[in-house]
């Protein structure tokens, strides 16, 4: 029975020649009729279309060529700058060894603690102080004996000279007050010194040094520069403290051992 259509429950016949004709024209396409299998295309053909292809895609693809660039030469690498003596010199120095980095560490700490250990020096007593002062400032005793007392245009004082001169601290004061003896040739002294007269030997202080500042660098003569033992002029030192009862000065000429035997008596402290 030919193919129809129907529309609704009508049959529309279609001619033999269309119906020929279409089979025809599917035939000419290579489809398939529905009455007859449809012809299979050679594999020649088939298989070489997707090879076309895949061939031309990347020519379509590539596009136009770049063009080539020259060959470059690398860049040298910097040389490194030559390093300065002083700076080998650093580097080539041995360093501290591990063992020695503690040590460094405490060190400070250690002496710290070992200055603590040490007995801090002994101020100067006043009469040690003001005797000082006299014999290297205000009574120019330095000048003719020397900065140690070692002597000079006056006689040596260290190394016991002024003890074995003046045995007694009072005849030592006296000397200062009054000065030499006018006359030269005048002996003075326990061991008989000559002296040179008022005019070439030692000046009067009587008058240019108060009684303290004169007992004080009688003090410092003896123990600083002579080696007297301090508790030999315990009665010495008894006296400068008494202020009350020492005068402002020793009159020259009026200043005798009884002077200052009266002034111990008055002080309570006690050789007369």
Partial sequence: ??????????LVEVPEHLLKRS???????????????????????????????ETQAPAAAAGPSL????????????QPEPVKPWVQAALSRK???????????????????????????ERDSEIIAMGREVYDGSGGCAGCHGAEGGGGVGPALSNGEVMATFGDW????IWIVNGSPAEPGTLYGDNNEVSLGAANGMPAFGEDLSAREILAVTYFERVEIGGADEAD????????????????????????RSTLSGLLSTAGVGAG
């Fill in 95 to 121: 360093k501290i060894p591990v063992w020695a980095v503690p040590v460094l560490i405490f060190l400070p700490f250690w002496a710290i603690i070992f200055a603590g250990t040490l007995e801090s020096p």
């Fill in 23 to 53: 089979a025809d024209r599917r035939k000419d396409l290579g489809a398939s009729t529905g009455d007859e299998p449809a012809a299979e295309a050679p594999p020649s053909e088939t298989s070489a279309a997707p090879a076309v292809a």
């Fill in 170 to 173: 009072r005849d030592h004061v």
């Fill in 67 to 78: 063009p080539e660039l020259p060959d470059l030469e690398p860049e040298p690498e910097p």
């Fill in 233 to 256: 002029l315990h009665d010495l030192e008894e006296l400068f403290e008494a202020e009350g009862v020492v005068p402002s000065q020793f009159a020259i000429g009026q200043t005798f």
């Fill in 1 to 10: 029975m030919p193919a129809g259509n129907h529309t609704g429950g009508a």
